[in-house]
Structure formats: structure tokens, C-alpha cells
């Protein structure tokens, strides 16, 4: 469309500042350029869907990156609502039939924004909190005990049919509702270092056990390393290991991101690996994005597109390389599946077959498919925090898709859809159990019944 004004003449002097965006790589005008603004994909984004304004779609978020760059639309709060608006669900990058690259330009928007907006005081001091807690497991843990203490003592049912609740802020009273059951597990993990294959060993693989995921969803990353182990992997998990940088990446917290991603990639520096494996969605497009994280780094840019090369998801892994270990029923009778297509499996990693396969392996399965199964269930991260009401709309949208197919079992390969997809089942009347795709492999490897619900 037009020049950045970071390279026209004069520009520092020609713009306040704060109008726009810095000359820190703003969104890349020749990016910008190649949507020839045909609207293919306003069909398929979510926030679009919900909101109604062009201005939240695809489309309209790339006139308005245009439109800051060439300083011709402030970055005013308006204009951060819409870039916020976006779940960063990539649907848009799948249905554009001109291949623009709206990841690498809403990638480049958010850093911008965080850096040259000042949000209003509560939102700053919402995102201090998140920031600074959730991708830190040793923090989210010293959280743990009120928490606990809040659901065992009856308290949270109180406040729930309280009246108060109702005051809470949008954002304070999403986080509430989003709140799981505290697992036993959730206070240590339980892993030695090296867990040695079953059997024949056929390969080394490391292993990434999430920030949130090992605290609230601890039992996924148990069942991934018995299938790993069972089908001949021995199983690396250094203990050091930290946040993977999802979280802050696809927030714009970039200083952040990239020194999580350092981290984790002399975390995993020492050990010899043929893969390394992750069992959510959205760390597994980030750990795989760690060589664009960190282009710019002398000291880290070449090993993290080494480690990015390395990253795989154990879904994708096993598809891969194939099952040995044997698979047994998980019920007398048939069993009914949907799988829910995570975003960024499927449109940031395009992985939608190897799950589906893997899943039809284990004998007795029916998988049924959703309507708009590549639509998003609104939890993208944090958004569902952030932006409550879209997320709400998306997330009762994907579960009643997903009860229509009448399966007897919701399948989620990421922690936020499994923890979304659950907090608004209840409310359409559903009791249907989400499990991860890990846990049917390793009750069907153990010849163990799927629990009843
Ligand atoms: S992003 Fe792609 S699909 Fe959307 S308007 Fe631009 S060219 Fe068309
Ligand atoms: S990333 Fe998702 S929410 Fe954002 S513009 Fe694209 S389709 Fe819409």
C-alpha cells in the first residue's frame, strides 16, 4: 500500500510520538501489499463472526496496520481494540487465497502496541499479574494453596451464586470462571529426568511439559510420556525447563518471548535428542517459531532454528514415526469421538490427519466432525481473559457444534480448548468428558476402560 513512515525522510520529526508505530519492525508494507482485499477470509474469522465490523476482520485489522504505518490512523485506543480483537487463531492465514502472511503481520503488530500504547491502569496492572505469574510454574504454584483453599472451603460456590460476582470485572470474573479443580499432582512434577523406553529402544526425545498444562492438566503430560515410553522412546525432561514463551509471544511481550525461548534452548542445549516433543497446540507453534523469535540474536539465532527443527508435536511424532506398542478397545462397545481442531494445530502447524489418524488405530472408534470444525472456541491463550466476550460467544459456538455430533467424547490436543470447551459445556446441559488424544492412546495401550462419566 505505502512507505513505513520509520523510512520516510523527516518522519521522527513529522509524526508525535506514540501516534503510530516505531521503527522497530513494523508491520512489513510489502506484506501489507499483497492483500488485494477480496474478503475470502472474513468468512472464517472468528472475531469478524462474533463482532460484525470490518475493522475486526482480517481485511479491515491489515488497512489499519497500513493506515498507523503511513500515520494516517493514530494507534489510538480504538485502533489497539481491534488489533486485541484478534484471537491470533491463523484462520485467516489458511483461507487467503493470495497467501498474505497476517501471522508474521499481527506478530509484528503486538510488540508495536505494547510498546507505544499505554493501556489504562487496570488492564496494565491485569497484564503485570498474567505476565509475571503464568508462565513462571514456581510462581503459579505458590498461587496454589488460596486457590485450593477457595474450592475446598465452599467458598468459590458461594461467590458464584453471590450477587458480587456479578461487580467483578469482566476479566477478574473470566479468570474465576476458567479456574479448574486443583489436581493432587498439581503442586510438584512428578518426573524423574530420564525415563527409559519400554522395550526396543528406538528413539530419544525431549520432553516440554507447559507452564499451565502441568499444573492444571498434569495427568495429559503422565499419559503422553507412558505412550512415548511405550512405543520405544526414552524420555528426556530436564527439570529446568520453563515456560516455552507461547504466552508472551502472541501477546506482543516480546523482551520476554525471547528470553524465555533462550532459556529453553539451553535448557535442552546439553542433551542429544532426536526430537523434542510438546502435547499443546499453541507452545508447539511457538517452540517451532524460535528461529523467527530469535533472528536477530548473533548468540541464539542459529541454535534456535536447530532446536525450532527439532520441535515436534507428539501427535505429529507418532503419526510419524508409528505405533508398536498394541492398542486394545476402550469400551465394550463402539466409541464415539470428535476431535477438536486446536488453531494453532491446524492452521499454524496444519496438523489435522496425524491426530485423526492415530485416533482411528485404536479399535472400536467412530470420529464424528463438527461443523465449523477450523472456527475457534475462543480460548487463544489468554484472549479469553483479555476479551471475555467474544470468547464466550466462540466458546458456547464450538461446544454446541461439538454436542451436535453426539459423541460420547470430546478430544482436545490443547490445554486451553480442553479448559474452555469444559467451562461451557454445563451450561448447555452436556456432561461429555474432554480428554486429551493421549490419554485414549494410553488407556487403550494399559487395556485400561475409559472412565466412566
Ligand atoms: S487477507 Fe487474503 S483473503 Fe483476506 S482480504 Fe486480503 S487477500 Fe483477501
Ligand atoms: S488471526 Fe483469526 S481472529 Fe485474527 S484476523 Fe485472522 S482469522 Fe481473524
Known sequence: MSESPASLPGSATAYPPFLGFDNQSPPDPQLIDTCVHCGFCLATCPSYRVIGKETDSPRGRIYLMDGVNTAQ???????????????GCLACVTTCPSGVAYDQLI?????QVERNHKRPLGEQLLRTLIFT???????????????????????????????????????????????????????????????????????????????????????????????LTANGCEVVIPP?????????????????????????????????LDAVIINASGCGHTLKEYGQLLAEDPDYATPAKAFASKVKDVQEFLANVGLTAPLHPLQEESLTLVYQDACHMIHGQKISLQPRQLLRKIPGVILREPIDAALCCGSAGVYNIF???VAAELGRQKVKNLAQTKAEVIVSANVGCTLQIRQYLPEQGHTTPVYHPMQLLDWSIRQEHIPEN
Open 73 to 87: 490512523i493514530p494507534l489510538s485506543p480504538a485502533t489497539v481494540q481491534h488489533f486485541d480483537s484478534c484471537l
Open 107 to 111: 506478530a509484528a503488530t503486538r510488540p
Open 133 to 227: 505469574t503464568f508462565p513462571y510454574p514456581q510462581r503459579l504454584r505458590a498461587l496454589l494453596a488460596p486457590l485450593w483453599l477457595y474450592q475446598k472451603t465452599g467458598l468459590q460456590t458461594l461467590w458464584r451464586r453471590s450477587p458480587l460476582a456479578k461487580l467483578l470485572p469482566k476479566s477478574l470474573g473470566a479468570m474465576e470462571k476458567m479456574l479448574p479443580p486443583i489436581p493432587a499432582q498439581a503442586w510438584q512434577d512428578q518426573f524423574p529426568t530420564v525415563i527409559p523406553a519400554q522395550g526396543e529402544k528406538r528413539f530419544r526425545v525431549g520432553f516440554i511439559l507447559g507452564c499451565v498444562q502441568r499444573i492444571f492438566l498434569p495427568e495429559v503430560n503422565a499419559a503422553t510420556v507412558r505412550v
Open 240 to 272: 529446568s525447563q520453563g515456560c516455552c514463551a507461547a504466552l508472551s509471544h502472541h501477546q506482543g511481550q516480546e523482551a520476554q518471548a525471547q528470553a524465555l525461548a533462550r532459556q529453553m534452548i539451553d535448557t535442552f542445549a546439553l542433551w542429544d
Open 387 to 389: 476479551q471475555p466476550d
